[in-house]
């Protein structure tokens, strides 16, 4: 299962077909705000004593959506069907996930590929920091980025590994003359990537900034390096 917040991302959770088991809501919540709700679907009305039992406080702003977890796509199939996509290793902050899901729907990327040690996708407040828009882009999992890249090379991707080191490429210089498939590769929230999976990119990329800033929160560093890659593509 998982669990969706709110009814920006429940509806869209619905429109992406995924199946609703239950809401839980407030007394007095208004049903007409989600679009159609399945038939069978679970909808608990809570009073304020029962809400404070099971969540703390006796309010409840946002409704409380139960989903079945969908399967997760194959990771070669959805390979081999992409253009552009994102590789995370050892990504652990569900709200850095959370922005990073919403940041590949926005610039369309074809998936974002998720290795064993990082955020659950699906996770609570992934989901809710996604605004929903984890639901719109496929994200598949690794059990290793070093295979995945090994991979990746081998059916002709070059891959880009975002990191502040000086020893690496300015963004824009690094996807200069790239034609074929891309996949980005974004590390930990506190120190990055690893020095194998540096190693084994294509090309090492940095973002520039000024002197008295030594890194980008990996959200962050992961939008600019998608504007990026589409704005060049748009002007070939």
């Known amino acids: 299962f998982f669990i969706g917040e709110g009814v920006q991302v429940v509806n869209r ?11 839980v809501m407030s007394e007095n919540f208004n049903l007409s705000k989600f679009i159609e709700l399945p038939d069978g679907t ?71 590929c998720v290795d064993a040690t990082s955020c659950d ?20 999992r690794i059990d290793s980025v070093l295979d995945a890249i090994a991979y990746l090379h081998r059916i002709g991707y070059v891959t880009v590994a975002l990191t502040p080191k000086i020893d690496s490429k300015k963004l824009s210089l690094a996807l200069q003359g790239i034609k074929g498939p891309i996949a980005f590769i974004a590390g930990s929230e506190g120190m990055g990537l690893t020095a194998e999976v540096l ?4 090309v090492k990329a940095r973002i520039p900034m000024q002197a008295n800033v030594d890194s980008l929160n990996v959200a962050t560093a992961v939008a600019i390096a998608l504007y990026a890659v589409n704005d060049l593509k748009e002007s070939i």
Request: proline letters at 8%; hydrophobic letters at 45%.
């Open 121 to 140: 996708p699906y996770y609570r407040r992934a989901v809710r920091v996604s605004m929903g828009q984890v639901f719109a882009t496929p994200h598949v």
């Open 199 to 202: 190693d084994s990119a294509s």
């Open 13 to 23: 959770a619905l429109e992406a077909k995924h199946h609703l088991v239950s809401l």
């Open 42 to 112: 679970e909808i608990l009305r809570c009073s304020p004593l029962v809400l404070k039992a099971i969540s703390g406080r006796p309010d409840l702003k946002d409704p409380i959506a139960l989903f079945l977890r969908p399967p997760i796509p194959d990771f070669k199939t959805t390979i081999k069907q992409s253009n552009i996509v994102l590789l995370t290793e050892n990504v652990q902050n569900p709200t850095n996930m959370g922005m990073i899901m919403r940041n590949a729907a926005a610039f369309g990327i074809d998936a974002v």
